[in-house]
């Protein structure tokens, strides 16, 4: 019966006559962190758009963050435990290679890909959305998700938050998240070739 009502509830919710997908009905019927890693990445502005319709059809509070995270660590943990408390769904905003490159972190960033960065990031319970954007900033993507909450590690700070307005303009807020001391990625490749190889 379960299942019934959430194949009907995805059905009315497209034109005319429509085929229920098993990944649809999954993803009505399971919490978002039980969906499969690859169910929580988008890879179009259309699949980006669906989810985000869906989610506020359900008057959910939609929460954003972005970074590169390129190697996971504490730090990155606590800011996506602390974004997802403070909204019902979380998109995360992850750079693409590209647009790491043009981040200055260094000719040899990132060191895992986008797919491989997407799949972590997705694996983590925190994490309902990742979305790959190509520009140096995810003004764009934001722009797109219209989030009701902006979170952002306390390195920020005194420094510009990237779609603040957008955020506050609509009511929203934005969150600086206190950081983990003496974790970095940064820190962590640097420390990584000090270390003799056997």
């Given at each position: 019966?379960?299942?019934?009502?959430?194949?009907?509830?995805?059905?009315?919710?497209?034109?005319?006559?429509a085929?229920?997908?098993?990944s649809?009905?999954?993803?009505?019927?399971?919490p978002p962190?039980?969906?499969?890693?690859e169910?929580?990445?988008v890879?179009t502005?259309?699949?980006?758009?669906?989810?985000?319709k869906?989610?506020?059809?359900?008057?959910?509070?939609i929460?954003f963050t972005?970074?590169?995270?390129?190697?996971?660590?504490?730090?990155?943990?606590?800011?996506l435990?602390?974004?997802r408390?403070?909204?019902d769904?979380?998109v995360?905003?992850?750079?693409?290679?590209?647009?790491?490159r043009?981040?200055?972190k260094?000719?040899?960033?990132?060191?895992?890909?986008?797919?491989?960065?997407?799949?972590?990031?997705?694996?983590m319970?925190?994490?309902?959305?990742?979305?790959?954007?190509?520009?140096?900033?995810?003004?764009n993507?934001?722009?797109?998700?219209?989030?009701?909450?902006?979170?952002?590690?306390?390195?920020y700070?005194?420094?510009?938050?990237?779609?603040?307005?957008?955020?506050e303009?609509?009511?929203?807020e934005?969150?600086?998240v206190?950081?983990v001391p003496g974790?970095?990625?940064?820190?962590?490749?640097?420390?990584s070739r000090l270390v003799?190889?056997?």
């Amino acid at each position: 019966m379960r299942a019934a009502n959430a194949a009907a509830s995805v059905a009315v919710g497209k034109r005319g006559t429509a085929v229920v997908t098993a990944s649809e009905l999954r993803s009505r019927i399971l919490p978002p962190a039980a969906l499969a890693t690859e169910e929580k990445i988008v890879h179009t502005v259309k699949g980006l758009e669906a989810q985000l319709k869906q989610w506020r059809a359900q008057d959910l509070r939609i929460g954003f963050t972005n970074g590169v995270f390129d190697l996971l660590h504490p730090g990155h943990a606590r800011v996506l435990a602390q974004a997802r408390a403070a909204c019902d769904r979380l998109v995360v905003g992850l750079n693409s290679d590209a647009s790491v490159r043009g981040l200055d972190k260094g000719s040899e960033r990132p060191l895992q890909d986008e797919r491989a960065r997407a799949e972590v990031l997705a694996s983590m319970e925190a994490v309902d959305l990742v979305a790959i954007f190509n520009e140096d900033t995810p003004l764009n993507l934001i722009k797109r998700v219209r989030p009701n909450v902006l979170v952002k590690g306390s390195d920020y700070h005194g420094k510009t938050v990237v779609g603040r307005e957008i955020v506050e303009a609509t009511g929203g807020e934005v969150i600086l998240v206190d950081l983990v001391p003496g974790h970095s990625t940064t820190d962590i490749v640097r420390r990584s070739r000090l270390v003799p190889k056997r």
